[in-house]
């Protein structure tokens, strides 16, 4: 497989040992995974790195590789440590099936993706990179969600589609030599692309859902719930209509389910 003339949308699956609820682990994971699938535009492939095979009985496998970690899952500590490394292994297959340059997007396990953003995505300069500055909060314990008109990647991990020459991307997971290990928090990565003098917009769109308190986040497992996590929700008609309309999904007693 050639990847050069796609979008490679690279997932760090958390492992079971650290799971507080390894079937809602895989049942998020599927509904990402839905959410991409059901994309407007089909120049995309989904390369999952993580411990265990998640369980996902209503996704198509063809767009899916998944690459098993060769390293021990994290302990109490660590696991921002444990995400990078699966990134980077995600990366690594990208260069094995890469001839010259890519675009790749960070998305973590849990967050969706609209049914447009390759579209839109694809009408941007192949070498330019792209930050998400517009996509939507939305707090898993009372289904309350709001926009975040802009510098949305304070707030998540799922909105850098960077594009990456095939020697800037890692050998193996331990390869932190690369321009790709310069990118590793989400909040920096608009002003790391100008300090390392590299093409990036931003892509004023809402284009993702980044969920959050659940137990099994990576932010939960920082901080623990965040009280008052959305300021100004949207009615409950809008939200679910931007979930049905645009991410092909519904909520229902914190869970977001595909439709």
Same mark, same amino acid.
């Given at each position: 497989?050639?990847?050069?003339?796609?979008?490679? #949308? $690279?997932? &760090?699956?958390? &492992?079971? =040992? *650290?799971?507080?609820?390894? +079937? @809602?682990? $895989? /049942?998020m994971l599927?509904?990402?995974?839905?959410?991409?699938?059901? &994309?407007?535009?089909?120049? #995309?492939?989904?390369?999952?790195?993580g411990h265990e095979m998640p369980d996902m009985k209503n996704v198509d496998w063809? =767009?899916?590789?998944?690459?098993?970690? +060769?390293?021990?899952?994290?302990g109490s500590r660590g696991k921002g440590w444990d995400k990078l490394k699966k990134r @980077?292994?995600?990366a690594a297959w990208v260069k094995q099936h890469c001839l010259k340059r890519c675009r790749l997007a960070f998305a973590d396990a849990d967050d969706l993706i609209s049914a447009s953003l390759i579209d839109?995505?694809?009408?941007?300069? +192949?070498?330019?990179?792209?930050?998400?500055?517009?996509?939507?909060?939305?707090?898993? @314990? *009372?289904g309350d969600m709001e926009l975040i008109a802009d510098e949305f &990647? @304070?707030? $998540?991990?799922? $909105? #850098?589609?960077?594009?990456?020459?095939?020697? %800037?991307?890692?050998? =193996?997971?331990?390869? %932190?030599?690369?321009?790709?290990?310069s990118f590793d928090s989400h909040k920096e990565f608009y002003t790391t692309c100008q300090a390392l003098d590299r093409a990036v917009m931003l892509l004023e769109v809402p284009s993702i859902i980044y969920l959050m308190n659940h137990e099994d986040s990576? %932010?939960?497992?920082?901080?623990g719930m965040k009280e *008052?996590?959305?300021?100004?929700?949207?009615?409950?008609? /809008?939200?679910d209509t931007i979930l049905r309309n645009t991410f092909s999904c519904r909520y229902w007693d914190g869970v977001l389910y595909r439709v």
């Amino acid at each position: 497989m050639i990847v050069d003339d796609r979008i490679v #949308f $690279c997932i &760090s699956l958390k &492992s079971a =040992s *650290n799971a507080t609820d390894w +079937p @809602r682990v $895989c /049942q998020m994971l599927e509904t990402t995974v839905t959410t991409i699938q059901r &994309s407007t535009s089909k120049l #995309f492939h989904i390369v999952i790195a993580g411990h265990e095979m998640p369980d996902m009985k209503n996704v198509d496998w063809d =767009s899916i590789t998944f690459l098993q970690a +060769p390293f021990a899952p994290p302990g109490s500590r660590g696991k921002g440590w444990d995400k990078l490394k699966k990134r @980077r292994l995600a990366a690594a297959w990208v260069k094995q099936h890469c001839l010259k340059r890519c675009r790749l997007a960070f998305a973590d396990a849990d967050d969706l993706i609209s049914a447009s953003l390759i579209d839109d995505v694809s009408k941007i300069d +192949p070498a330019v990179s792209v930050v998400i500055d517009a996509g939507y909060r939305l707090d898993a @314990r *009372n289904g309350d969600m709001e926009l975040i008109a802009d510098e949305f &990647s @304070r707030h $998540c991990g799922s $909105c #850098f589609l960077p594009v990456f020459d095939k020697q %800037e991307l890692p050998d =193996s997971w331990e390869d %932190e030599t690369t321009v790709f290990s310069s990118f590793d928090s989400h909040k920096e990565f608009y002003t790391t692309c100008q300090a390392l003098d590299r093409a990036v917009m931003l892509l004023e769109v809402p284009s993702i859902i980044y969920l959050m308190n659940h137990e099994d986040s990576l %932010e939960y497992a920082k901080k623990g719930m965040k009280e *008052n996590a959305v300021k100004k929700s949207l009615k409950l008609s /809008q939200r679910d209509t931007i979930l049905r309309n645009t991410f092909s999904c519904r909520y229902w007693d914190g869970v977001l389910y595909r439709v």
